[in-house]
């Protein structure tokens, strides 16, 4: 869907200041809703409207060009002529370019430029997830890239005429910048034109808001005079523009350091969550007692965007972008939680948990949450202390339970869940020692997933680790799926490497699968020998592998042995689904052996080191020396060669 494409005038002179006035007129919500996106994000809402409607009504002097006008001439036009249209997109592309680079003193003027608004705060109604994503990839790139993309995709100007407008505004490279917009284009698809004429960016459908109150009554009492500056210096700047000075007199402080306020922030409804197709935290409804606490809210918001200004610890998981959100966050919390009032916020790609434990003791815990779904968006951590954690469910999950992985043949205990979806405290797994390993046990409701459970692993990281199981391969039967570690022989798996999600702990992991990816028998009666390939993958992306060896003689919780690890790798996942690996063991009879094994592709296996050997088959196991150190690698029924992962330092 394109919103209008410029249109070739009649051969003539300079166009007419009428003519311009007309088709101004015509297309004036398209240009607002082009200089709003072409604004940076930055300058808040409030003054990212103002400007977009004041670059505007400016355009109708500076769609007039002159003999020195940088615009350029249609090629199927006259040669001193050019397009109103076109003329007024320079105009206003021109006039937005400059704010990209930072507040400017000439960008200021002596006398406010109409439109001019006081006392009031105005900002485009909130969209959805979608939306909001787009906004923040469009504030990740120059503005010249911003303007490419805009009037390819919101304009239907096709590369020539894209070019002309940027030349005609100045840019430098519109080459360059016609380039950096491929990948905006393509991550946003077919419907980027649907999303930019959405509400979301919509300049001229408009919410209003008082400014703060507190701070105009303040003014008022310094006089006419200095109110009359106030409002207009401090009403159309200080207000919207975020990192100003923090008021000394009580003045709530995010009326100085966020482009938003609490009215702003989007609640879901209640029901949202099963009349929808995406179950993540945008169907979560906004829970809690203190919703409608304004002050707190406002700090929250505060503390989001100046965590540094406003004395607010600030937390981050691992590849967590720290600034504030782009457009209001949705609000999914606020309430009291063990005498500490948390805030929990949602801006389409990362939690933020705002906490007050006290006067002065306040924090913020801020984590990637990119594509969740109904398992990892299922609870989020809300408080954690002395060894245990409360948890703020989804609204899908019907019944909660807690477990021992430790334990697997002990049934896992009902767990209380207040109305507002807060649990009674969940141990944690501990930092240190291996004397229990508690994760919840979660069922969806029957609306989402019939006899859907699954469990979650809390690690200190405001969403707990979703657990998975893929269980050994079958004869001739298609690879195996990961599944739920709920039924036995996955949690028998897990049980054998439970003590190692110590290691994960704050780390940003949103899921670790236990592969069972090769069985063999054992020489010397040592029974039999199990390969689990153990995933844990980041919610950034890449992703962790620790090999074990388990056998039959091993007691119920013993901890499998580690025989290789490997950093940021595809192995063990759908986009490395064939894995080898080799250990030295010993058998219950004292005697050293090698042994190797491959997952359901594997054909042959070669050995290199200690022990020089090749056999056909997924497996083997050789007599070695003590202690043997050796390589292995793999022919795959493809024909291909697969090195083997690499042993631990």
Not at 212 to 241: E, F, Q, Y
Not at 277 to 284: E, G, I, K, L, P
Not at 561 to 572: D, F, P, Q
Not at 600 to 615: F, H, K, M, P
């Amino acid at each position: 869907m394109h919103l209008r494409s410029p249109r070739r005038p009649a051969r003539g002179a300079r166009p007419p200041v009428l003519e311009v006035e007309s088709v101004l007129v015509e297309q004036y919500g398209d240009l607002v809703r082009l200089a709003h996106l072409l604004l940076p994000a930055a300058l808040g809402r409030h003054r990212r409207v103002v400007l977009a409607h004041s670059l505007v009504q400016r355009a109708l002097t500076g769609a007039r060009p002159g003999p020195g006008a940088r615009v350029p001439h249609p090629r199927t036009e006259r040669p001193g002529g050019v397009p109103v249209e076109q003329a007024l997109l320079v105009a206003v592309v021109r006039g937005a370019l400059p704010y990209d680079h930072g507040p400017r003193r000439h960008l200021i003027p002596l006398l406010p430029r109409l439109p001019l608004v006081v006392g009031l705060r105005l900002f485009p109604r909130s969209g959805g997830a979608d939306e909001l994503a787009l906004a923040q990839r469009l504030s990740g790139v120059p503005a010249a890239c911003r303007a490419a993309f805009l009037l390819r995709s919101m304009h239907g100007l096709d590369d020539e005429a894209v070019q002309e407008v940027l030349a005609g505004a100045g840019v430098p490279d519109p080459d360059a910048a016609l380039r950096a917009a491929d990948p905006l284009g393509e991550s946003a698809g077919p419907v980027a034109a649907a999303l930019l004429a959405s509400p979301e960016f919509n300049a001229c459908a408009l919410q209003a808001s008082p400014t703060d109150l507190l701070r105009r009554r303040r003014r008022v009492r310094l006089g006419l005079a200095a109110a009359a500056v106030c409002s207009i210096a401090g009403a159309g700047l200080a207000v919207t523009l975020p990192g100003g000075p923090a008021p000394s007199d009580g003045t709530p402080a995010y009326a100085v350091r966020a482009a938003y306020g609490p009215a702003d922030l989007p609640r879901t409804g209640d029901t949202v969550w099963d009349n929808t197709s995406r179950v993540d935290f945008t169907a979560w409804p906004a829970r809690g007692s203190r919703l409608h606490d304004e002050a707190l809210l406002g700090r929250a918001l505060s503390a989001w965007a100046r965590p540094a200004r406003t004395g607010t610890r600030l937390t981050l998981t691992p590849g967590t972008r720290p600034d504030a959100p782009v457009t209001a966050p949705r609000l999914l919390y606020a309430g009291e939680v063990d005498g500490t009032a948390v805030v929990l916020l949602y801006d389409g790609e990362r939690l933020a948990r705002y906490d007050e434990s006290g006067p002065g003791r306040t924090s913020l815990s801020v984590a990637g949450v990119d594509e969740a779904d109904v398992t990892s968006a299922a609870a989020v951590t809300l408080t954690a202390s002395q060894g245990s954690a409360r948890y703020l469910l989804a609204p899908w999950v019907a019944e909660a339970q807690t477990r021992d992985l430790l334990r697997p043949d002990v049934l896992a205990r009902p767990l209380a869940v207040a109305k507002d979806g807060v649990t009674a405290p969940v141990p944690e797994v501990p930092a240190g020692g291996c004397a229990s390993r508690p994760v919840l046990q979660l069922r969806s409701s029957e609306r989402i997933a019939e006899h859907h459970a699954f469990l979650l692993a809390g690690l200190g990281d405001l969403s707990p680790v979703h657990l998975t199981y893929t269980p050994l391969p079958g004869h001739g039967n298609p690879p195996r799926q990961p599944r739920e570690a709920t039924g036995g022989p996955a949690l028998v798996a897990w049980a054998h490497q439970a003590c190692g999600l110590t290691s994960l702990r704050g780390a940003g992991v949103r899921a670790v699968n236990a592969w069972d990816f090769a069985e063999q028998d054992l020489p010397d009666g040592g029974g039999q020998a199990v390969w689990t390939c153990a995933r844990a993958d980041s919610w950034r992306g890449p992703g962790d592998v620790t090999v074990g060896l388990r056998t039959s003689r091993d007691a119920p919780a013993e901890q499998m042995r580690t025989v290789a690890r490997a950093r940021s790798t595809a192995a063990c996942s759908r986009f490395g689904q064939h894995v080898v690996a080799a250990a030295g063991w010993r058998s219950p009879r004292g005697h050293w052996f090698v042994l190797a094994a491959g997952s359901r592709a594997v054909t042959a296996l070669r050995l290199t080191g200690d022990v020089t050997a090749a056999r056909d088959g997924r497996t083997l196991a050789l007599p070695a020396p003590e202690r043997p150190h050796v390589a292995v690698r793999a022919r795959l029924a493809t024909g291909q060669d697969l090195d083997g992962l690499n042993q631990p330092g």
